[in-house]
């Protein structure tokens, strides 16, 4: 079946560090994935929408300096998450969208739980 | 706008107990609806999804109906078993163009925890 990895599963880092996460689809092509935040026994918030070959779509309230995203290919998406802060603490979990399948849903990875000290 | 709302959990049942964790939708057109399933430490897995009114997804023994009528997708199992202690979310696509999906809509989520 379809399988999204996301790399790291865990980091933890010092304030002010920027922070890389990858989210590749390893047996299909995407030309759109997502990318959501969780915060503790809270659901999913939807951050951007990545899109290969062109500008993420933020969602209102996302800073999109903050929050750098890059679809370099059909297979690989990155969030960079710059200057991390206390604040910036979370669970990030990506998803992808096979192209050209429109009827299948969206396939998440296991998601990234980033530590800010 | 769209939304999704999940009865609040925790829900602590006991192995054999029959399930049902509501769900209900706000939204324009026709969207898809979906359950997902996070497990401890873990990314979201689908569990069931269904994309027209009165489809019933059905997966590992769990179930859920489409309702337009009452604009409800109620997750139901009959007998749980530990291995099922996780967060449930309901979600649904705020886009369906010709059967595409746009980004999800998800619920608060509603904990889960089986006792033997």
């Known amino acids: 079946g379809a399988v999204v990895s996301q790399h790291p599963s865990w980091v933890i880092c010092k304030s002010g560090t920027s922070v890389k996460i990858e989210c590749r689809s390893l047996?299909?092509?995407?030309?759109?994935m997502f990318w959501y935040r969780q915060f503790p026994k809270q659901s999913l918030m939807l951050m951007a929408t990545s899109n290969e070959g062109s500008k993420a779509t933020y969602e209102q309230g996302v800073e999109k300096d903050k929050f750098l995203i890059n679809h370099a290919s059909l297979t690989l998406s990155t969030l960079t998450v710059t200057s991390a802060h206390p604040e910036d603490s979370s669970f990030y979990i990506c998803?992808?969208?096979?192209?050209?399948?429109?009827?299948?849903?969206?396939?998440f990875g296991d998601g990234t739980r980033l530590s800010i000290l | 706008g769209n939304s999704v709302t999940q009865m609040e959990g925790p829900v602590t049942l006991s192995e054999e107990a029959f399930l049902t964790i509501n769900c209900t939708y706000t939204a324009t057109g026709y969207p898809s609806l979906f359950w997902y399933v996070q497990y401890p430490g873990e990314g979201l897995q689908l569990l069931l999804k269904a994309t027209k009114a009165d489809d019933k997804g059905s997966n590992k023994g769990f179930e859920a109906t489409y309702r337009k009528e009452t604009t409800s997708f109620h997750l139901e199992k009959g007998s749980v078993q530990v291995s099922d202690s996780a967060v449930y979310f309901c979600a649904l696509s705020d886009q369906n163009y010709g059967g595409s999906q746009g980004n999800l809509i998800f619920g608060k989520g509603t904990k889960l925890s089986v006792k033997p």
């Open positions: 998803s992808a969208w096979p192209a050209g399948r429109v009827s299948q849903p969206q396939h």
């Open positions: 047996d299909f092509q995407a030309t759109t």
